[in-house]
């Protein structure tokens, strides 16, 4: 069973930027989907951008199409999700997984998870 790490969370002025990493601990196989979800205090678990391994087929939420990029380095077995003009609804503990979906953007098909990351944007 993979096992999954992020880092890269932090506390950031609206406005500012973010780089999140999730590095592997095996090899990702190419039909797996790799995601971002995220989750603030209260709320449910939410999509936020995912990518299939193989392919580099994206996908992302509406509330941060066009702020925030997800990108993979098959060597590194690492997955990013650069995050740009931060906003305070942003702000959440930030997850990457792994999958196998037909359709990247549910969530439930992602049945391994990392230990979460931080993020906190100030207003």
């Known amino acids: 069973q993979v096992q999954l790490v992020e880092s890269g969370g932090g506390l950031v002025q609206a406005g500012g930027s973010l780089r999140l990493s999730c590095t592997a601990s095996r090899r990702i196989r190419g039909n797996y989907g790799m995601a971002w979800l995220r989750q603030a205090p209260g709320l449910e678990r939410e999509f936020v951008a995912a990518i299939r391994w193989g392919s580099g087929f994206t996908s992302y939420a509406d509330s941060v199409k066009g702020r925030f990029t997800i990108s993979r380095d098959n060597a590194q077995k690492t997955v990013y999700l650069q995050m740009n003009s931060l906003k305070p609804e942003d702000t959440a503990v930030y997850y990457c997984?792994?999958?196998?979906?037909?359709?990247?953007?549910?969530?439930?098909?992602?049945?391994?998870w990392g230990q979460g990351t931080q993020v906190t944007v100030s207003s």
């Open positions: 997984a792994a999958g196998n979906p037909l359709v990247l953007g549910e969530i439930y098909a992602y049945d391994t």
